[in-house]
């Protein structure tokens, strides 16, 4: 099992610099993928970026360049770095981890969330 605790969000205006953190307690993240998606009211939640076994990171089309993710395996802690946001970027952003597999863009794919942060990006 693993308890994931986010921080970071909040208000930025378009062109700043944000960094999201979700930290981990119980298992190691070495064991397994993570991921960031993120929700805007009244959509469906949606993939923003994962990293997974060997350090393979993945990004949507939409956030690729912009966003980046990272581990600190000593912290257990997982980062996202956003450069760049932009107003479209304005969600709830939540956490994820998973130790089965699957697509790691679907939501299927995780059994561990987070409990969100706001980020709103002024323009």
């Known amino acids: 099992q693993v308890q994931l605790v986010q921080s970071g969000g909040g208000l930025v205006q378009a062109g700043a610099s944000l960094r999201l953190s979700c930290a981990a307690s119980?298992?190691?993240?070495?064991?397994?993928?993570m991921a960031w998606f993120r929700q805007a009211p009244g959509k469906e939640r949606e993939f923003v970026a994962a990293i997974t076994w060997g350090d393979v990171r993945t990004y949507a089309n939409s956030v690729r360049g912009r966003f980046t993710i990272s581990v600190d395996d000593a912290k257990n802690t997982l980062y996202l770095q956003m450069n760049s946001p932009k107003p479209e970027d304005t969600a709830v952003y939540l956490c994820?981890?998973?130790?089965?597999?699957?697509?790691?863009?679907?939501?299927?794919?995780?059994?561990?969330w987070g409990q969100g942060t706001q980020v709103t990006v002024s323009s």
């Open positions: 119980g298992r190691p993240f070495s064991t397994y993928n």
């Open positions: 994820a981890a998973g130790a089965g597999g699957g697509v790691v863009s679907s939501t299927e794919s995780y059994d561990h």
